[in-house]
């Protein structure tokens, strides 16, 4: 594996990504919507950037157009939807559809995009950064607030990671739990550090062949559906 595209990642959790993939020899494409923080990013950590806006089809295209080889993808690209908490009872549509716009159709977009560039690694990896508020599994007992947008979102995410996975045998595909780390999405609140975020998918991203597919993992191991 030499080559890895982390997209949303000129900050937060994605950019200690590109960091830690660096670190660990790959070529690295620093996906993000601003060309200015986005070139800023990629000189500060020695990766490519490569303009990508996961929510519009025409900069995937054009971003999987300008590359020849992929072995790394890590649709890290996210959003809470405004800052609103969207309780059932007073939902809000429109963030709702914002939400799912980039949390979900935008990594089916790039991920479908850069298929048979994945495909003709060999060696392909996609890593999907998801979270554990999307387990339904403990949906019933979190004491996290109620969402209808990120939260779904995230549960969304999850079965198109097992999906993907279960058509593409040759590729690694898992998602990722990052944790609460403090970030622009939360307004810092997290307890964790970005790095520490990256870790489990980083790891991810450089499985050997025989390493897991269709999984949910964060740092301690499998997290349940």
Not at 40 to 62: C, H, Y
Not at 86 to 93: I, S, Y
Not at 124 to 129: A, D, E, H, L, M
Not at 146 to 163: E, H, R
């Amino acid at each position: 594996m030499t080559t890895a595209l982390v997209t949303g990642a000129t900050k937060g959790i994605g950019l200690e990504i590109v960091k830690q993939l660096v670190d660990r020899g790959l070529t690295v494409y620093l996906g993000g919507r601003n060309a200015e923080r986005g070139e800023k990013a990629a000189a500060d950590t020695g990766a490519r950037f490569l303009q990508l806006d996961v929510t519009d089809p025409a900069s995937i295209q054009r971003a999987a157009a300008s590359l020849d080889r992929l072995d790394v993808l890590v649709n890290n690209a996210g959003i809470i939807g405004g800052g609103k908490l969207n309780p059932p009872g007073e939902a809000d549509l429109t963030t709702i559809r914002e939400t799912f716009e980039t949390n979900v159709f935008g990594v089916i977009a790039v991920t479908e995009a850069l298929l048979p560039l994945l495909r003709a690694s060999g060696h392909g990896r996609i890593v999907n950064v998801s979270s554990s508020g999307g387990s339904l599994a403990a949906m019933a007992t979190s004491t996290s607030p109620p969402s209808l947008s990120y939260v779904p979102s995230k549960t969304a995410l999850n079965a198109v990671t097992a999906l993907y996975a279960k058509v593409e045998p040759g590729l690694r595909v898992n998602a990722a739990c990052p944790g609460h780390c403090a970030t622009d999405l939360n307004g810092h609140a997290g307890h964790r550090t970005p790095a520490q975020g990256a870790a489990t998918p980083v790891r991810l991203a450089t499985l050997d062949d025989d390493g897991p597919t269709g999984g949910f993992f964060d740092d301690e191991g499998t997290v349940a559906w």
